[in-house]
């Protein structure tokens, strides 16, 4: 099950880049320019979701979060597991990000920036 929260996650991640990209008027743009729009946009909406994640992590698993994700041979199955067990209403935290996250795209004045 784990496997399908995370498949889901990528799905809307990339569903909100898409959505957000068409909202702006940006989908007519060359293809390469979108696909780094749309990488660099990916990049900074998973980054916020992580973070917010173990922002909300209590200490004790934010510890063993920590200990596994400097172990040499990294088993993200296992920082999932410690993610999974904490608790936490992921969907909620990860349906917040994004309603912030968007609500900064949508507001930035990307033709002003071009110019």
């Given at each position: 099950m784990q496997e399908n929260a995370t498949i889901t996650t990528a799905e809307v991640v990339d569903k909100v880049v898409d959505d957000l990209i068409a909202e702006k008027g940006l989908d007519k743009i060359q293809d390469g320019q979108k696909q780094e729009l749309r990488r660099m946009l990916s990049e900074q909406l998973v980054k916020r979701i992580n973070l917010a994640v173990l922002k909300e992590l209590p200490d004790d698993k934010f510890e063993e979060f920590e200990k596994a994700s400097k172990k040499k041979?990294?088993?993200?199955?296992?920082?999932?597991?410690?993610?999974?067990?904490?608790?936490?209403?992921?969907?909620?935290?990860?349906?917040?990000?994004?309603?912030?996250?968007r609500k900064v795209v949508l507001d930035l004045d990307l033709e002003k920036e071009e110019a």
């Open positions: 041979d990294v088993d993200f199955e296992e920082l999932q597991d410690i993610v999974a067990g904490a608790g936490l209403d992921t969907e909620k935290i990860v349906e917040e990000v994004i309603q912030n996250f």
